[in-house]
């Protein structure tokens, strides 16, 4: 009887932590996502999608300390032609950023936006919908988020989006919610890049119309003891796509959920990630998605390296709701163990209600191929060069998912000098 009772105070020290925001077209939004953070309370290890991954520093009332780590390397995506968005520990820095105008698309704030705004049809909507596995950090993320972008995209973007995370207090504690709503034949193109924090919260709702089609690639930021919850909550019409992508090489505890419900006929939904770990890194991906209508098409390509005691976890789930003929739904989920200290934990899942459907399923673990390796040091590749080039052949599948073929070669550059700098 004590667990319900330590669930409620955790939560209600957390409430009281923090400042609730009022006023304006959010103000309804938030105050329904706090009532549900009240209903749900805060995760605690007794919670069924949480037994792999300890909440506790996500859900304290004080973000733990964590180093700034000082980078030298040139930022992701520099040379791309791109709008930059930045926000520092959470703040938007408007000197760093560039201009938010740009033809097919309108830019807003979350703190700024007027009482009468389109994303009131939809800021908390994603994310409060009857979802089957709680979701109680993304609720308290829309009842305080301090600030975030707001995107309705009405054509074809002529450029990608470029959001910039920098971390530059230790005791930070940022809650940012986005919110994207693409109509009908839109298209954009989203980047991540940098540390939001010393503690991160972020929440994205994806509202992708019939025949648009919305591109994500995020890397994770490298300052290592940083603790990130993201949330991506994504609704597909007819017709349209939703592809996502993340690399994380880098943080003491990460913690990436996306929720994904195909409505429209003849949609398509990728989500992949590729992480890297060393050492006290935890990496937890859960996915859920929902098949809601005809022909559609789900990918989850999950691909995890791991060395010297890291942890990484997959939970995916593919829900084929009845009348969803003709779904075809996969999942992979594969760990590189480099040593007998690391573990990959994974709860693959399938639940369906249709009988015409082709459904799969995998998840392996096991260390590096030792023939691979035998052959690359047969023809004079020293061990931790032939180690490292076995790793990225590993994480290839993932990288594979993203759609620009250059944007994939930059992030496979960055991976092999991480894995450069790790050697030894």
């Known amino acids: 009887m004590a667990e319900p009772a330590t669930t409620s105070n955790t939560t209600e020290d957390r409430l009281a932590a923090m400042t609730l925001p009022t006023g304006g077209w959010s103000d309804p939004a938030r105050k329904a996502a706090l009532t ?25 009332p004080d973000a733990p300390r964590a180093a700034v780590f000082a980078n030298d390397e040139e930022r992701l995506f520099a040379n791309r032609d791109v709008l930059e968005i930045v926000f520092v520990d959470g703040v938007f820095d408007a000197a760093a950023s560039g201009d938010l105008q740009m033809s097919g ?3 807003d704030r979350l703190a700024n936006a007027q009482d009468i705004h389109w994303a009131s049809d939809l800021y908390g909507k994603l994310e409060g919908e009857g ?8 609720a308290l993320n829309t009842a305080y988020a301090t600030d975030g972008v707001l995107i309705h995209v009405t054509g074809k973007a002529e450029k990608p ?6 971390h530059t207090k230790e005791d930070s504690d940022a809650v940012l919610h986005h919110v994207i709503k693409l109509d009908a034949g839109a298209e954009l193109t989203l980047l991540e890049n940098g540390p939001g924090a010393a503690r991160f919260n972020q929440c994205m709702e994806v509202d992708v119309a019939d025949t648009a089609r919305f591109n994500h ?7 290592h003891e940083r603790r990130d919850a993201t949330h991506i909550f994504a609704r597909l019409g007819t017709q349209s796509a939703f592809k996502s992508f993340t690399l994380t090489v880098n943080g003491r505890l990460t913690r990436n959920e996306c929720v994904i419900d195909l409505t429209g006929d003849d949609a398509i939904a990728h989500v992949a990630g590729a992480c890297v770990g060393d050492g006290d890194f935890h990496h937890d991906d859960t996915v859920f998605v929902t098949h809601d209508a005809l022909n559609c098409e789900s990918r989850q390509v999950f691909k995890k390296v791991l060395r010297n005691g890291a942890v990484g976890v997959f939970q995916g789930k593919i829900l084929v709701k009845e009348g969803a003929q003709k779904t075809d739904g996969y999942q992979i989920s594969q760990s590189l163990l480099l040593d007998e200290d690391s573990q990959f934990l994974a709860k693959p899942e399938l639940e369906i209600y ?27 590749v020293p061990m931790a060069e032939a180690t490292d080039l076995m790793t990225l052949a590993f994480l290839a599948e993932a990288l594979e998912e993203i759609e620009d073929a250059d944007i994939a070669e930059e992030l496979t550059e960055r991976l092999s000098g991480w894995l450069r700098r790790r050697r030894g």
């Open 36 to 60: 549900r953070v009240r209903d749900m309370g805060l995760p605690g290890r007794r919670d069924e999608y949480w037994k792999y991954t300890r909440p506790e520093t996500l859900v304290q």
């Open 105 to 107: 698309l309108q830019i």
């Open 131 to 138: 979802h089957y596995v709680p979701r109680p950090l993304a």
């Open 161 to 166: 989006i470029s959001i910039i995370y920098r």
């Open 217 to 223: 690639v995020r890397a994770q930021g490298r300052d």
């Open 354 to 380: 249709a009988d015409d459907v082709a459904c799969s399923h995998g998840s392996t673990s096991g260390a590096i191929d030792e023939t691979g390796l035998f052959y690359l040091r047969s023809r004079g």
